[in-house]
């Protein structure tokens, strides 16, 4: 537990030495697909970039960010997404998504009797983020067994994290709805929106039309460029939505120092004005999830939520065994996974599989599975 912040649990990861271990002792080396970490490379125009001349301006970058990169967000949920009209006024760039998730508690000025609800199986920084602000994170399944609980800020994952899973737009409209009329926020983490194949039927972002009614009060969307372009050595992400809200997310920014560096911002912009680095990085990933999701499959795992939805990164699979016992059994085969228990209690029997190791990983994974 941290010294410095009551209730801040261990980080999950540092339980994963004695499987990665022995994963690493297999005679072919280890494959970790317990991380979604990127392995390919950045797309060779967001590099110029980075190097090029506006970004080696000598001053202090703008915590707002410059007008292209704003203009650049904006056009992107328009073309990849379908929220159209977006103001680019209403984009604020962050340093990669997990700082904002972490922080934004704290920004919106959550406290103490605050509640923060959170999906059932969820990334673990949206309990951290309430942790850190003091407010008491309330998992959705348990919400109604919680008592009287002022609701503040409501997160929603599509495709999520850990699992994959899809939510229909149906879903997310009665999100929307029970969010304002408890005078909520809600925040959508969407960073796993453009590993969805170029918007097919199904996959909305929380600020398209069909979902929101075409108002934006009330809704913040937060995106990362980590999955979509490789950038997560960048720390490039952006959050939009309601512009009351993005407004005072960037005054108390502006306290806090917290600014994108000039060269990841005109980096960033370049990956936001392409779109086909995009759709081919989901093209690998998807092809990369076939392999693995039938070879998981024979070896006798169960894949669920992620079965028939092909977007984000991660395969969703069962042993129907405690998920400690399966870590260990695939450690064994020298390939490393995530146990389930990480994303939430109903994760116990679950492991989290990465699509985030090259070709020549992911098919040696693939080999040990069957033989």
Same mark, same amino acid.
């Given at each position: /537990?941290?010294?410095?912040?009551?209730?801040?649990?261990?980080?999950?990861?540092?339980?994963?030495? #004695?499987?990665?271990?022995?994963?690493?002792?297999?005679?072919?080396?280890?494959?970790?697909?317990?991380?979604?970490?990127?392995?390919?490379?950045?797309?060779?125009?967001?590099?110029?970039?980075?190097?090029?001349?506006?970004?080696?301006?000598? $001053?202090?970058?703008?915590?707002?960010?410059?007008?292209?990169?704003?203009?650049?967000?904006? &056009?992107?949920?328009? +073309?990849?997404?379908?929220?159209?009209?977006?103001?680019?006024? @209403?984009?604020?760039?962050?340093?990669?998504?997990?700082?904002?998730?972490?922080?934004?508690?704290?920004?919106?000025?959550?406290?103490?009797?605050?509640?923060?609800?959170?999906?059932?199986?969820?990334?673990?920084?949206?309990?951290?983020?309430?942790?850190?602000?003091? !407010?008491?994170?309330?998992?959705?399944?348990?919400?109604?067994? @919680?008592?009287?609980?002022?609701?503040?800020?409501?997160?929603?994952? *599509?495709?999520?994290?850990?699992?994959?899973?899809?939510?229909?737009?149906?879903?997310?409209?009665? /999100?929307?709805?029970?969010?304002?009329?408890? $005078?909520?926020?809600?925040?959508?983490?969407?960073?796993?929106?453009?590993?969805?194949?170029?918007?097919?039927?199904?996959?909305? *972002?929380?600020?398209?039309?069909?979902?929101?009614?075409? *108002?934006?009060?009330?809704?913040?969307?937060?995106?990362?460029?980590?999955?979509?372009?490789?950038?997560?050595?960048?720390?490039?992400?952006?959050?939009?939505?309601?512009? *009351?809200?993005?407004? $005072?997310?960037?005054?108390?920014?502006?306290? &806090?120092?917290? /600014?994108?560096?000039?060269?990841? %911002?005109?980096? /960033?912009?370049? !990956?936001?004005?392409?779109?086909?680095?995009?759709?081919? %990085?989901?093209?690998?990933?998807?092809?990369?999830?076939?392999?693995? &999701? $039938?070879?998981?499959?024979?070896?006798?795992?169960?894949? #669920?939520?992620?079965?028939?939805?092909?977007?984000?990164?991660?395969?969703?699979?069962?042993?129907? #065994?405690?998920?400690?016992?399966?870590?260990?059994?695939?450690?064994?085969?020298?390939?490393?996974?995530?146990?389930?228990?990480?994303?939430?209690?109903?994760? &116990?029997?679950?492991?989290?599989?990465?699509?985030?190791?090259?070709?020549?990983?992911?098919?040696?994974?693939? %080999? +040990?599975?069957?033989?």
């Amino acid at each position: /537990m941290s010294p410095f912040i009551a209730g801040l649990p261990d980080f999950p990861w540092d339980s994963l030495a #004695e499987a990665t271990a022995k994963a690493a002792a297999h005679p072919d080396g280890i494959v970790d697909l317990s991380v979604g970490t990127p392995v390919d490379e950045v797309p060779t125009a967001i590099r110029a970039a980075l190097a090029s001349e506006p970004a080696q301006a000598p $001053g202090y970058p703008a915590t707002w960010g410059t007008a292209a990169l704003r203009g650049a967000a904006s &056009a992107a949920m328009g +073309r990849r997404y379908g929220v159209d009209g977006l103001n680019p006024d @209403a984009v604020l760039p962050t340093i990669g998504s997990k700082e904002l998730v972490a922080w934004l508690p704290t920004l919106l000025g959550l406290g103490a009797g605050d509640a923060v609800v959170i999906p059932e199986l969820a990334y673990p920084t949206y309990e951290v983020g309430a942790r850190i602000a003091g !407010a008491d994170p309330v998992r959705a399944d348990s919400l109604l067994s @919680a008592g009287p609980a002022r609701v503040r800020l409501v997160w929603v994952n *599509s495709p999520s994290n850990p699992t994959g899973r899809v939510l229909p737009v149906e879903h997310l409209r009665k /999100m929307v709805d029970w969010t304002r009329e408890r $005078g909520a926020v809600l925040a959508a983490d969407e960073c796993y929106l453009g590993l969805s194949g170029g918007r097919p039927e199904g996959v909305y *972002s929380v600020l398209h039309p069909e979902v929101c009614g075409g *108002s934006h009060a009330g809704l913040l969307a937060v995106h990362s460029l980590s999955k979509t372009s490789n950038l997560a050595g960048y720390r490039a992400g952006f959050v939009t939505g309601d512009p *009351s809200l993005v407004a $005072g997310l960037l005054e108390v920014r502006k306290h &806090a120092g917290m /600014m994108m560096p000039r060269p990841v %911002q005109v980096a /960033m912009t370049a !990956a936001l004005e392409d779109d086909t680095h995009v759709a081919a %990085q989901w093209a690998r990933y998807r092809a990369r999830r076939e392999k693995l &999701a $039938g070879a998981l499959t024979s070896a006798g795992l169960k894949i #669920e939520h992620s079965d028939n939805a092909p977007a984000g990164l991660y395969l969703w699979a069962t042993a129907g #065994e405690p998920c400690r016992a399966t870590v260990d059994r695939l450690a064994g085969l020298g390939i490393l996974v995530a146990p389930g228990e990480f994303y939430g209690p109903a994760g &116990a029997r679950h492991v989290r599989v990465a699509l985030t190791a090259t070709d020549e990983r992911v098919d040696a994974a693939v %080999q +040990r599975l069957l033989s």
